[in-house]
Nanobody
Framework: QVQLVESGGGLVQAGGSLRLSCVAS????????MGWYRQVPGKQRELVAT???????NYADSAKGRFTISRDNAENTVYLEMNSLKPEDTAVYYCNADLRATLTAGVRTYWGRGTQVTVSS
């Protein structure tokens, strides 16, 4: 059974850095795009960054210049390096992947359970 498992969240002071990781366990057959989203209570989940299977990237304006998304296809893992963190970056960060679990399965979107990032001022 394929699952996305995030790690790396925590509490950091403003200006600090964190690196989030997300591994797709269960040996998925093929992973297409992967991404990071975030959500604060009472607001909609929003895009942070995405990366395609060929490593083309896309960032929300709030992440440009501070965050870097990357992936390790051999390890089925996507990373989010976050620098110059601000209190407004505080949120639950979710990993997302479009993947085929098996050879015969269609492409589905999977979500992780999220990891909390808290940036103190």
């Amino acid at each position: 059974q394929v699952q996305l498992v995030e790690s790396g969240g925590g509490l950091v002071q403003a200006g600090g850095s964190l690196r989030l990781s997300c591994v797709a366990s269960g040996r998925p057959f093929r992973i297409n795009a992967m991404g990071w989203y975030r959500q604060v209570p009472g607001k909609q989940r929003e895009l942070v960054a995405t990366i395609t299977g060929s490593s083309s990237t896309n960032y929300a304006d709030s992440a440009k210049g501070r965050f870097t998304i990357s992936r390790d296809n051999a390890e089925n893992t996507v990373y989010l390096e976050m620098n110059s963190l601000k209190p407004e970056d505080t949120a639950v960060y979710y990993c997302n992947a479009d993947l085929r679990a098996t050879l015969t399965a269609g492409v589905r979107t999977y979500w992780g359970r999220g990891t909390q990032v808290t940036v103190s001022s």
